[in-house]
């Protein structure tokens, strides 16, 4: 046992020690049946993907996409490595912005200019956004590559939806991307007066590691990073322990060779959390795509959805042809009242792609 924090005995997060253990999934209609990290979800048993031929592309030649359910009721978005939508602009940026409007397949998106956060850049070299939200009139977004070549976290923020940013002085050198939680409009529906975020526990945005970890700050002082608190285990009653000192972190979920890439929102119609995970065949990482969720930040996570495959080829073959390097997200404005369906946004051929799901979930008692 670790030492004591808060005056709270620290015992190993259950979670972690079950997602050590890789599980096959059973086989069922859309649920992949290949061996996954986690224990399948005691309350979806499906997934049904929309016809690959439904896809929507939109903005040619770019990835990323955080997304924020803003308090006028659209989607704002960053981009990376492109141009974004329209109006076309005349340089590929590492970091732009767009205002994406309506639901689909009738999806409008602009592009959204901004002297002061607009960044240059190539891979590794350029800044990204990793995350974004709204939080009471305010946007905040997690930026990795803040070192310059791959690695760190850093923060800005904007109260005039993406036109002007401040930059925080400050990084976070342990992580490489982090992923706030995203809930309703203008972080309507939040949990508590906290906003949430996991990351890989690594300072690279483009290693695989085997750890996910959680991080919380008050929301009244998300720019400030002496705020910020890391899950550090459970107490005696399995309450979550947080601790100031990022040195005491714990992993939420256990993914060995497959967390890297990823994105956490709520749906409220099945209350769980939803964390989408894409990782590479580098350095002892699996190609895979998986969707895992949770009744709370802290877990305990189980998998909905795991695959290493699309159709019959490779997430590896398809990763040029379909974007699957970058992250996907599930943004809760595109969630069914009762939960059981969304709209999955990804980079699919370097475009801002979305592709309907269905959920199966189980009855009562099962």
Known sequence: MKTPIGGSTILPAPLAMASAIALLLAAAPGLASEAGPLPPSPVITGVEWAPKDSIIYMADDSDNWPLAWADDGHLYTAYGDGWGFEPHIDIKLSLGFARVSGDPPDITAVNIRSETGERLGDGRSGKKASGLIQVDGVFYMFVRNADGAGNETTLAWSDDY????????????????????????????????YVYFLSPDTPSAYEETDDVILGRAPKDGIADRGAYEFFAGFNEEGAPVWSRDISERRPVAALPGCANRLDVSYNPGLGRYFMTMRSRARAGGRDQFSIYDAPAPWGPWTTVYYTETWGDETLADMHFQEGWGESARIPPKWISEDGQSFHLVFAGRDHFAVRAATLTVAEPGE
């Open 162 to 193: 993406l036109e002007t940013w401040t930059w925080a002085d400050w990084t976070i050198p342990e992580l490489g991307f982090c992923a706030f939680v995203d809930y309703g409009p203008n972080y309507e529906g939040a949990r508590d007066a």
